[in-house]
């Protein structure tokens, strides 16, 4: 045989091995994510109805009701979560995209990692710390600062990364038309980054979304009706975090619900963002 | 001869690597001057220098740069870039804005909001970069999904809204096709009955063409400064011959 058909044989079957090769750990890295979607729909739709949403938890013994204050204190402490991360996030990583390129930058880049390396609970326990004791009680705030916290590293980086992808030629466009740099940088560069920067809050607020380690010292839990910032608060984290080691069928069955609950409400937020941040043209 | 820039002996320096040696050339109002030279001779930086623009990619300047007798190293750079715009080499239109928010970009961003006082000076900006025919009917789409050509012209457009005394050109046809580049040309010889226009090209042809003056760099340092059919004809250094003959760079 020829040495060059023989060559582009080998080549071909090589092709074809790896090909195979990524296909099957493409499928073994979805096993999971199949499992997870069907036992969370499977189990919890039996109990996904209007009253899980709109009405309280009934006592031990007495079946039915829902999580409504559960779910109003997930987006409680997300919304109080983000008021705090995404703007410390976003700035961040704008500073250390278009001004840290210093020490000082380094710095901060270095520790973003290692906070984001930090477990939950640590933070957990640095909120209970700083907040929980001289308050005296547990609080929303309390959980909401822990999951603000949390997001800090996630929407830092993918802003820094986002931003430097936007090519410096843009920049100079902007400077060469007599616009300040600040202008350029928010008016410009952060719009052109803006939907790479919505992604990383969107990851940011989805994790803390299901967060349950910083929450059980910080807003604690709460079985009654409550929006207010400075007292306990329910999440659905922390629901099905009680309700999945309960000793009663029945609360079971109500923890697999919120846990589909939660990755309904990821989902939402997950395309609302998409929407949101839809570009007003068509991409070629 | 009316001078529009002048600059004596001016260096620039990227840290402490010396990119350009003791220049000093005049640049005469409402003509336009080319600067030719091999790749890495320092034109692009010469052109960076005459608004600042040398500082965002972190250069510094020695000696003095007048623009109408006015020192240029004590104005403020933000509305020195409005007095001299600039159009760079691959076209950079904004791609989250409209055609008619990208010509207008300059203006907008300076805090000029009303439609009534933005809509003629985009029509004008566009007229004058010969683009409006060819967009007047999609202003609001993106400024991106028109071809390379276009593109480059509403640059042109982007630059002229802001009304500027003089437009620095960085080699502004070199990423186009030559139909592209023949529209560019026409418009720099529009142009310079109300601008002062230094180009940068790698172009000879384009050189020839276009300018008036023609500069020579080579290494840094200005080599040979004269009327562009004298450099091409008759250049008085042997070195701008080979260059313009071809037999290096």
Not at chain 1, 185 to 209: D, E, H, N, P, Q
């Amino acid at each position: 045989m020829n040495p060059s058909k023989f060559f582009h044989i080998k080549r071909k079957v090589t092709s074809v091995i790896m090909m195979s090769l990524s296909l099957v750990a493409t499928l073994i890295a979805l096993v999971p994510l199949v499992f997870i979607f069907y036992y969370t729909i499977s189990k919890g739709i039996s109990y996904l109805n209007i009253d899980f949403f709109i009405a309280m938890p009934k006592p031990v013994g007495e079946t039915g009701g829902g999580m409504a204050n559960a779910i109003a204190g997930t987006l409680l402490l997300i919304g109080i979560g983000g008021v705090i991360g995404i703007p410390v996030g976003v700035m961040t990583g704008t500073y250390l995209s278009e001004f840290g390129n210093n020490k000082f930058g380094s710095v901060v880049r270095f520790l973003t990692d290692v906070l984001s390396g930090v477990p939950s609970i640590v933070v957990g326990v640095v909120a209970y710390t700083l907040v929980v004791i001289p308050m005296k009680h547990f609080s929303a705030l309390a959980g909401g600062i822990a999951l603000g916290i949390l997001m800090i590293p996630t929407i830092t980086r993918t802003t820094e990364e986002m931003i430097k992808l936007v090519p410096h030629s843009l920049r100079e466009a902007g400077l060469a038309l007599g616009i300040p740099k600040w202008k350029t940088t928010i008016l410009i560069v952060l719009k052109t980054a803006w939907k790479g920067i919505a992604t990383g809050i969107l990851l940011g607020l989805s994790r803390a979304a299901g967060e349950t380690a910083p929450l059980l010292f910080t807003a604690l839990g709460n079985r009654f009706w409550s929006t207010k910032v400075g007292q306990p608060i329910a999440s659905l984290s922390v629901y099905i975090y009680d309700y999945a080691k309960a000793p009663f069928e029945d609360w079971n069955q109500q923890a697999w619900t919120a846990a589909l609950v939660l990755m309904l409400m990821i989902s939402i937020l997950s395309l609302t963002f998409r929407i949101v941040t839809r570009s007003k043209y068509k991409t070629k | 001869m009316d001078i529009k820039i002048s600059v004596k002996n001016l260096e620039a320096f990227y840290g402490k690597n010396k990119v350009l040696k003791n220049i000093s050339i005049d640049i005469p109002r409402n003509k336009v001057v080319a600067i030719i030279g091999p790749s890495g001779c320092g034109k692009s930086t010469f052109l960076r220098c005459l608004n600042r623009m040398h500082e965002v990619i972190g250069g510094t300047i020695t000696g003095s740069i007048q623009v109408d007798g006015e020192d240029l190293t004590k104005t403020d750079p933000v509305l020195l870039r409005k007095r001299l715009g600039m159009v760079f080499q691959k076209p950079n239109p904004f791609p989250t804005m409209s055609i008619f928010n990208n010509v207008a970009a300059g203006l907008r961003f300076n805090g000029v909001r009303n439609k009534k006082i933005l809509t003629p000076i985009v029509e004008r900006s566009l007229k004058q970069a010969a683009l409006w025919d060819e967009v007047k009917d999609n202003l609001d789409d993106s400024g991106v999904n028109i071809s390379g050509g276009q593109q480059q012209r509403l640059c042109i457009a982007r630059t002229l809204a802001v009304d500027p005394e003089v437009i620095l050109m960085d080699e502004p046809a070199s990423a186009l096709d030559p139909i592209s580049t023949s529209k560019i040309e026409e418009l720099i010889f529009e142009l310079k009955k109300n601008y002062t226009i230094v180009i940068v090209t790698h172009n000879m042809q384009q050189a020839a063409r276009v300018s008036d003056s023609t500069a020579f760099f080579y290494m840094g340092e200005l080599i040979e400064y004269d009327k562009t059919t004298k450099i091409f004809t008759n250049p008085a250094n042997k070195q701008t011959e080979d260059y313009v003959t071809g037999r290096f760079g």
